[in-house]
């Protein structure tokens, strides 16, 4: 019922900055909560950024500071800006949505995957 096309994934260099998005269409308003994992090679995914429909906002240590997730309801639209890129950022990341607090994390819809890449 819901589907997620994400863009803006690239190469750029340590320092750098990227902006993800996630478009969101289909059943929109049942969406509680949309987020951002990543999946490094050789690397458990993990939890990056989520944002509630209330407008709570959650990030992980590593990119608290850096990253920032906001919407754009208007367009039905969820953006992730990394500034301030490391290495370790690069990952495969992944657009999701919950529809309730019980899949906040687990997520019930995915995006297709943008690669980011962080390198000299």
């Known amino acids: 019922q819901v589907q997620l096309v994400e863009s803006g994934g690239g190469l750029v260099q340590p320092g750098g900055s990227l902006r993800l998005s996630c478009a969101a269409s289909g059943s929109i308003f049942s969406i509680y909560a949309m987020g951002w994992y990543r999946q490094a090679p050789g690397k458990q995914r993990e939890l990056v950024a989520r944002i509630t429909s209330g407008g709570s906002t959650n990030y992980v240590d590593s990119v608290k500071g850096r990253f920032t997730i906001s919407r754009d309801n208007a367009k039905n639209t969820v953006y992730l800006q990394m500034n301030s890129l490391k290495p370790e950022d690069t990952a495969v990341y992944y657009c999701?949505?919950?529809?309730?607090?019980?899949?906040?994390?687990?997520?019930?819809?995915w995006g297709q995957g943008t690669q980011v890449t962080v390198s000299s």
């Open positions: 999701y949505a919950a529809l309730g607090i019980f899949t906040i994390t687990k997520g019930d819809y």
